[in-house]
């Protein structure tokens, strides 16, 4: 039988030489060496290797190409440390916690969200179905999921700008033809660029026409290029704009609203004012109005009649000695 000789580095036990079968496994020399090891985990976690290359337990010596006077060295296998998923030692226990704790929520497509914003309502998140409106800073909605927002006071705070239907701007959107089961269903007239984010729109208040910034520079006009109606460039509204030209509208909207409430202010004034000057109009009976003068039975006496004997019968005429009431008058007695 061959002579090995078997050392122990890790273990800090001596060195020794063996004579064993070269038919003998590598785990069955493990048990003859480290008895007391048995069915222990310690026993797995130790190895053999040759020359720095590490051996299966269950080859044997042979096998293992193992000669006599060979160097078999007893290695600890260590588990972790990195590169196998195992721990180093170094964590704590609320590092490890927190690592499942704390969930970073999951950042957003940019382009999804984009191709979102041009082709689902802004406030439901379904697609556009015609009608369709926009508020005067360029959001678009379903016209029927606004209205019921609005109705049931439902409406978030970031729309609280929308106060009425005042505030809707109805347009029109052309539709992409046989566009199926494609995303985007609406385009421009005119270029025939798609409603996808990519190109800039704006949006008529006369006609509602929705054109790209693109077939308004190439073909300059001051009217509709769909209708011919007649627009300012207060009249535009751009859709989705940059935050920069969401802050001009939103400017122009707070104008338009000052000056709407400037106008009611004077014309509550200057309907008080006329109210002031009118004169009374007579009744038919000469009875004037609550802001008139005060009616006197006297104004309508009968032609022959005495004007202090007609007053009487309905009122006393004469205020001092007499003494009227509902029933009856009492008049004044002569004195001794």
């Not at 090891?37 to 337990?57: E, H, K, M, V, W």
């Not at 369709?132 to 970031?158: M, T, W």
């Not at 729109?201 to 910034?213: M, N, P, Q, Y």
């Not at 939103?250 to 008080?272: D, I």
Request: with cysteine; hydrophobic share 35%; proline share 6%.
């Amino acid at each position: 039988m061959p002579r090995i000789f078997v050392a122990s580095p890790d273990l800090g036990l001596p060195s020794r030489f063996l004579d064993i079968s070269p038919e003998l496994t590598l785990g069955r020399l493990k048990l003859h060496i480290f008895p007391s090891l048995t069915l222990t985990p310690t026993l797995d976690s130790l190895y053999f290797s040759l020359n720095g290359r590490p051996l299966a337990d269950s080859s044997t010596l042979s096998s293992a190409n193992v000669s006599s006077s060979s160097v078999l060295t007893v290695r600890l296998r260590l588990y972790g440390g990195g590169g196998d998923g195992g721990a180093t030692g170094a964590e704590s226990r609320d590092c490890y916690l927190n690592m499942y704790a704390v969930k970073k929520p999951d950042k957003a497509d940019p382009n999804e969200t984009r191709l979102s914003r041009w082709t689902t309502c802004a406030l439901s998140a379904e697609p556009f179905a015609p009608p369709c409106v926009i508020d005067r800073i360029g959001n678009i909605f379903n016209k029927e999921s606004l209205v019921e927002a609005l109705l049931h006071k439902r409406l978030p705070k970031e729309f609280g700008h929308i106060r009425g239907l005042k505030d809707m701007i109805p347009i029109i959107l052309s539709p992409v033809a046989d566009a199926g089961g494609v995303e985007v269903k609406f385009q421009c007239p005119i270029s025939g660029l798609e409603l996808n984010g990519k190109y800039g729109f704006v949006a008529i208040k006369g006609c509602g026409h929705v054109l790209s910034l693109k077939a308004l520079k190439e073909v300059k006009s001051s009217a509709c290029l769909v209708c011919h109606k007649e627009f300012s460039d207060l009249d535009k509204v751009v859709i989705n704009g940059s935050p920069e030209e969401v802050a001009v509208l939103r400017e122009r909207m707070e104008e338009e609203r000052g000056r709407l409430k400037g106008k009611k202010c004077v014309s509550g004034l200057t309907g008080m004012k006329h109210g002031a000057d009118e004169k009374p109009e007579k009744f038919e009976n000469g009875r004037k109005e609550r802001n008139g003068k005060r009616f006197k039975a006297v104004d309508i006496a009968p032609v022959n009649a005495t004007k202090e004997v007609y007053a009487s019968i309905f009122t006393s005429s004469r205020k001092g000695d007499f003494k009227e009431t509902y029933s009856c008058r009492s008049l004044p007695l002569g004195r001794n």
